[in-house]
């Protein structure tokens, strides 16, 4: 069939004179293209068969196991190899008048399956890792480093194995050969094979993007450019600051790309209470306390559990030590609450509290746990200091003193 089309094509050209030579060279070329088109259409016809059948019957299946055979595409990458093993088995007939075109084209085809090898293997080292994290045990031993190796031995091996298929000798000799070379290639490159090394963790681990906010000992700011060796930072001063790319590995820095890919952003910051002015409520406070908005239901449904539960246990309240009672400082944390809870630049569906954190010598911290909807620094201190500024107004109305050293 080929060689009727090859034929047919050189019979064509020859009538129209193209010269003998390239009549060959176009009639073999076309045959290859079709050949390689053909190929390609049977990898998707392939890809469409297993999604419409072995797809179908994972999903349907109860095991999650197998799912992760899709959220991997192990049989997709499988599929890449059609259009490869047909020109291999047909290129002799395809190109019968070109053998360095014939060598060329297999070498080319044997690289491309070590490389979609590769790749399949990758596919089920990620599936059998997400078939593991299914697990509590992976929990207490996980296994991403065990994982991290595995790719890169596979990646050394692809590369011996195409390194030694090109240079026509065995794998042991490539690497005899690169380990008396590997003592000076250290010695010249050292930096270089640093910085490559730590560029690729970064890239695998999703460490650093361009674009991120990092703030390290040297360095506060968003990242402009990742490169072999270096990490070009602009700091808010608008200063660069070059970080070599393997102390981003070795060296601890905060990336604030989480914060930003999240609903808000976080508000934990305190005021400090003079102990001197906590007390217990008096009927009067309390019921000054409640012409305030806020709070009024909460003090409403308060002194209702209060007074049932000193009755209940038949509390002596004649002193105001006895029993249960409310103080100025627990209504102003349920009011700061209240006003949190209130306040539309705040993340409602996200953690919010105000409570005591321990007694210093300065006082009784208070301290305000939110998130703010908008992440923008500068609206975002904005939203802070807004409700800073409320607070501090309004503790004296609870006849609290916030600290202030003389």
């Keep these: 069939m080929i060689e009727k089309l090859i034929i047919l ?14 009549s060959d060279v176009l009639a073999e070329g076309i045959t290859l293209v079709l050949l390689l088109s053909i190929g390609i259409l049977l990898m998707y016809a392939a890809r469409f068969i297993i999604k419409k059948t072995v797809y179908k019957v994972i999903l349907k299946s109860e095991s999650k196991y197998d799912d992760q055979i899709i959220n991997n595409k192990v049989l997709m990458r499988l599929c890449l190899m059609i259009p490869a093993v ?17 060598h060329f084209v297999l070498n080319c085809s044997i690289i491309y399956i070590i490389v979609v090898i ?22 207490m031993k996980p296994m991403k480093g065990l994982v991290q190796t595995i790719k890169i031995i596979l990646i050394i ?4 194995l195409i390194i030694s298929f090109l240079m026509g000798k065995r ?24 910085g490559f090394v730590g560029s690729i963790q970064l890239t695998v681990n999703d460490m650093l993007r361009i674009g991120d906010w990092i703030t390290m000992d040297q360095a506060d700011g968003t990242v402009t450019e990742i490169n072999l060796t270096t990490v070009k930072v602009q700091n808010f001063d608008n200063t660069i600051t070059t970080i070599p790319t393997s102390s981003m590995v070795t060296n601890q820095f905060t990336n604030w790309r989480g914060m930003s890919d999240s609903d808000g952003r976080r508000i934990m910051r305190s005021i400090t209470i003079d102990t001197k002015s906590v007390k217990f409520c008096t009927p009067e406070m309390i ?62 569906n996200m953690t919010r509290m105000v409570r005591q954190l321990q ?19 500068t609206r975002y201190e904005e939203i802070q200091s807004d409700i800073f500024d409320h607070i501090i107004a309004a503790a004296p109305l609870f006849e609290l003193k916030i600290y202030q050293r003389p």
């Excluded at 091996?157 to 011996?160: D, G, K, T």
């Design 171 to 194: 794998v042991s000799s490539v690497i005899i050969g690169l380990g008396t070379m590997s003592a000076v290639l250290l010695l010249i490159f050292q930096n270089t094979i640093l």
């Design 287 to 348: 019921e000054r306390f409640k012409k305030i908005e806020r709070i009024q239901k909460y003090l409403d449904d308060k002194e209702e559990d209060i007074a049932e539960y000193n009755k209940a246990n038949k509390i002596d309240t004649s002193s105001i030590i006895n029993g249960r009672q409310q103080t100025n400082l627990g209504v102003f944390r349920a009011y700061i609450l209240a006003y949190i809870k209130s306040n539309a630049n705040i993340n409602q």
């Design 86 to 102: 047909l020109v291999m088995k047909t290129y002799k007939i395809v190109l019968p008048d070109f053998p360095n075109v014939q």
């Design 9 to 22: 094509l050189k019979t064509l050209f020859k009538n129209i004179n193209v010269n003998a030579y390239y």
């Design 118 to 139: 590769t790749m399949v293997l990758f596919s089920v080292v990620n599936a059998s890792s997400d078939i593991y994290n299914m697990h509590q045990t992976a929990k």
């Design 359 to 377: 007694p210093t010598e300065f006082g009784i911290p208070l301290q305000v746990y939110a998130f703010s909807k908008d992440k923008e620094w």
């Design 157 to 160: 091996f692809c590369v011996l």
